[in-house]
């Protein structure tokens, strides 16, 4: 699986948008990308996935670039409840460990 | 609800004392993971299954079993627990091969052993 980088953190204000970005310049032709999220020591949450088109949901928005060598996940309206420590990950689709590599991520801070 | 369950959610044990942290899905998944997190190492995989009867080793299983007998539970077995084994635990479950779609995870269950 290809290597992701992130930021280790960020800061947004509450109510505001929050844009997460994430590097992965080795990403494959078959190699979705993954969003996760820890809030605390929670059990990590999924957040959303894509291959090549833009994807939204209720939680969240991601945007894949053209060339597909980066990714900006959009928290639309940050709430308190967002902070947490955000994964970007990239794997391939069926790959038969069906293991998830989380990296280091980053950390997302939203402020009242 | 759907949902990963496990238990317990805190142990504290002794060096040696056989422990199983339960996990058991109610999403009907077929794949089924254990995971690790220390400060610093973030989250490894120990054990992964894709199905009953079928299980294989991730990335850190030395002194961890597992068994899949029945889809929903994927019990992690400590035979003779040390302290480098103290750590957050989380189990994991997904459906289908695809790797379409994202994993459910457990709250977790921190382990100390002293």
């Known amino acids: 699986d290809a290597k992701t980088t992130q930021p280790p953190s960020m800061d947004c204000a509450e109510g505001r948008a929050a844009n997460?970005?994430?590097?992965?310049?080795?990403i494959s032709g078959n190699e979705y990308v993954y969003?996760?999220?820890?809030?605390?020591?929670?059990?990590?949450?999924?957040?959303?996935?894509?291959?090549?088109?833009?994807?939204?949901?209720?939680?969240?928005?991601?945007i894949i670039t053209e060339d597909r060598k980066s990714s900006t996940l959009?928290?639309?309206?940050?709430?308190?409840?967002?902070?947490?420590?955000?994964?970007?990950?990239?794997?391939?689709?069926?790959s038969g460990s069906e293991k998830l590599v989380f990296g280091k991520g980053m950390k997302l801070t939203v402020n009242p | 609800e759907a949902q990963v369950t496990q238990n317990p959610r805190y142990l504290?044990?002794?060096?040696?004392?056989?422990l199983t942290v339960t996990c058991s899905q109610n999403m009907n998944h077929e794949y089924m993971s254990w995971y690790r997190q220390d400060p610093g190492l973030g989250l490894r995989q120990i054990y992964y299954s894709m199905n009953v009867e079928v299980t294989d080793k991730g990335d850190v299983p030395e002194g961890y079993k597992v068994s899949r007998k029945e889809k929903r539970n994927f019990p992690l077995i400590l035979e003779s627990p040390s302290p480098n084994q103290t750590s957050l635990y989380f189990c994991a479950s997904s459906y289908g091969r695809t790797g379409k779609n994202g994993y459910t995870f457990g709250s977790g269950t921190r382990l100390t052993v002293v």
Not at chain 1, 20 to 26: A, D, F, I, V, Y
Not at chain 1, 81 to 89: E, F, L, P, S
């Open chain 1, 20 to 26: 997460l970005p994430c590097n992965h310049s080795t």
């Open chain 1, 35 to 62: 969003w996760y999220r820890q809030i605390h020591s929670q059990g990590p949450q999924y957040i959303i996935h894509g291959l090549k088109n833009n994807e939204t949901n209720e939680m969240a928005s991601l």
């Open chain 1, 74 to 94: 959009i928290l639309p309206h940050a709430t308190l409840r967002d902070t947490a420590v955000y994964y970007c990950i990239v794997r391939v689709a069926g």
């Open chain 2, 12 to 18: 504290i044990t002794v060096t040696g004392k056989k």
